[in-house]
């Protein structure tokens, strides 16, 4: 098992390094590179080639890679000339509005989620089980935009009980959860399809389990099998859904934000994406990635710990 | 349901005749009547007529990306699984670093470098989502290589290039359809989440992210023509494209439990 996770934390490793490749090509594919990335389209030859020489970018590209990467390494994410700003600042500012979206939306998708593939594994085949099936494959093929747009129109224009924007930047968050409450809904509804069918097929492999039929020969009551037995080993699986559909949430989140003008990190990569205001992009980007990356190994990590049925 | 949208959006304006290049500001912002069944836009093109134009261009971007997102994903798994070892783990920890970077912020990051037109389009949103395909034929493929008839054909002489594309690829057929489905409603979706993200293609060209975002605008008038039909197009398509999915992937592993 020790060994285990010192692999997955190796490859995890790896993986962020690719990450990093990833974000530096993306820089360097930019006509004019990463100069023009700073001083804008219009920059001159003469000041292009000075930025260049000045942070060593006339060297060869492995060189400059290394350069970078140490930068990165030591915490420094650049500087967003059009917002006049660290991107470390922006992104201690912005990051913890996001991780609190995610976090509560991923929360709520769990809570609704979980017990409602429960219910459908139980009612297999009948009639609610079909009409919440073919609910959850509407709603998991809903884009978040247009989910979003439908509960501003109920919730806001037709019947006026919520702020249709998120919460200002100014106000800490928790004195204004009115306005949390549709991002995290448009956010969670769609991660609740994912995991209701997900558990509904998890649930369902597990009730026809050996040992189930074994509890319900020795008298075990069928409400204590399901609590206590079915539902504990069905719940594995969800471990890992979870670190598979980072990559999902948090893309769900950029636009969530993007809808509700929602002061997290989606937005500020948004408008950054508007104005090219490059450093801003690539520091989101190394960000997001390194985190979806650490997400998934802890995970895999946590699913290792909890199901001492798994060797590797 | 895939049928009836294709001919709704190339058919469909043979019959419903709308001027979607000019713009007709006296009529903007109707609700729907019977001369504009579904009402019009702020610069008062038919919503019903651009719901089949802007239909064209997310299905042609969706099929266009679908394909290269394919055939990108297709030639790197089938290398990756077929030459195993070092090169394997090299080119699966690529993909494993191109997936952790969720699709939209590397759309985003691309699209900011550009302007958008419908190739480019394509190209970028099937350039950021091969990673997927790659994965499930590598699958594929290492699951294929040491079969006896491979093992046969290399023998018989037959090239690597050769075994790879005509021994298992034709085998793995049936997980790249699957998957191509899916790809084709991701993309139609990634298309439409940029659109709205305003970084998609320039007016009057349109489709239906943009149609949506256009129509955000003017949400808070109670315009809800603007919105809900274009919204509800891509609902409608992702899911008849998922459901062709799903289908498939019954119909396959059908044959594959029978052998």
Request: glycine share 10%; net charge positive.
């Amino acid at each position: 098992m020790t060994s285990y996770i010192i692999r997955r934390s190796l490859q995890a490793v790896v993986v962020a390094m690719g990450v990093t490749v990833i974000v530096f090509i993306l820089l360097h594919v930019l006509p004019g590179g990463p100069a023009r990335a700073v001083l804008g389209p219009r920059a001159d030859p003469e000041r292009i080639a000075a930025f260049d020489a000045e942070f060593g970018l006339n060297k060869p590209l492995p060189i400059q890679f290394g350069v970078w990467l140490s930068q990165v390494l030591r915490g420094n994410l650049g500087y967003s000339y059009k917002l006049n700003q660290s991107v470390d600042a922006l992104l201690a500012e912005n990051l913890p509005r996001t991780i609190a979206l995610v976090g509560m939306s991923t929360l709520l998708a769990l809570i609704i989620g979980v017990p409602l593939g429960v219910y459908q594994a139980l009612r297999r085949s009948r009639a609610d089980d079909f009409v919440l099936s073919v609910l959850a494959f509407v709603f998991y093929s809903t884009p978040a935009f247009f989910l979003g747009l439908i509960l501003i129109l109920a919730f806001s224009v037709a019947l006026p009980i919520l702020p249709p924007s998120g919460p200002s930047g100014t106000q800490a968050l928790w004195s204004q959860l009115p306005n949390m409450v549709l991002p995290v809904l448009t956010l969670a509804l769609g991660i609740v399809a994912l995991f209701s069918r997900y558990m509904r097929s998890s649930m369902i492999d597990t009730l026809l389990c050996d040992y189930l039929t074994t509890a319900r020969a020795k008298g075990v009551r069928p409400s204590s099998i399901v609590a206590k037995h079915a539902v504990r080993n069905a719940l594995l699986p969800i471990i890992t859904l979870l670190g598979l559909a980072l990559p999902g949430i948090i893309g769900g989140a950029l636009i969530t934000e993007a809808i509700f003008n929602y002061p997290g990190m989606g937005y500020l990569f948004w408008q950054a994406a508007q104005t090219e205001d490059f450093p801003v992009l690539t520091g989101v980007t190394l960000v997001v990635g390194v985190s979806v990356v650490v997400g998934s190994l802890l995970a895999d990590v946590l699913y290792a710990v909890v199901d001492p049925r798994v060797r590797y | 349901m895939v049928v009836a949208l294709v001919l709704f959006c190339w058919i469909g304006p043979l019959v419903y005749r709308t001027n979607q290049v000019a713009t007709a500001l006296q009529l903007a912002n109707r609700p729907p009547s019977v001369r504009f069944p579904l009402g019009t836009d702020n610069v008062g093109y038919s919503i019903l007529g651009r719901l089949m134009a802007g239909g064209q261009t997310s299905l042609e971007v969706g099929l266009g990306a679908a394909a290269f997102a394919l055939m990108l994903g297709v030639l790197w798994g089938s290398v990756s699984g077929y030459v195993g070892g070092l090169v394997d783990s090299v080119m699966m920890r690529i993909v494993d670093a191109t997936l952790a970077i969720p699709i939209i912020f590397l759309l985003l990051f691309i699209a900011s470098m550009v302007t958008p037109s419908v190739p480019l389009l394509i190209f970028i949103i099937g350039l950021v989502s091969w990673p997927t395909p790659a994965r499930l034929i590598r699958a594929e493929t290492l699951s294929l290589r040491h079969r006896e008839y491979v093992d046969a054909a290399r023998t018989a002489g037959g090239g690597h290039i050769r075994v790879i594309f005509r021994h298992i690829l034709p085998n793995a057929l049936g997980t790249i359809i699957v998957n191509g489905t899916f790809q084709v409603s991701d993309a139609i979706i990634a298309l439409a989440s940029l659109s709205f993200l305003g970084l998609g293609i320039p007016p009057p060209a349109t489709n239906w992210g943009e149609m949506l975002s256009n129509g955000v605008n003017y949400v808070f008038e109670g315009y809800w023509w603007q919105v809900l039909p274009a919204g509800l197009a891509i609902v409608v398509i992702v899911v008849a494209f998922n459901l062709v999915g799903d289908g498939l992937r019954d119909v396959f592993e059908v044959r594959l439990r029978r052998r």
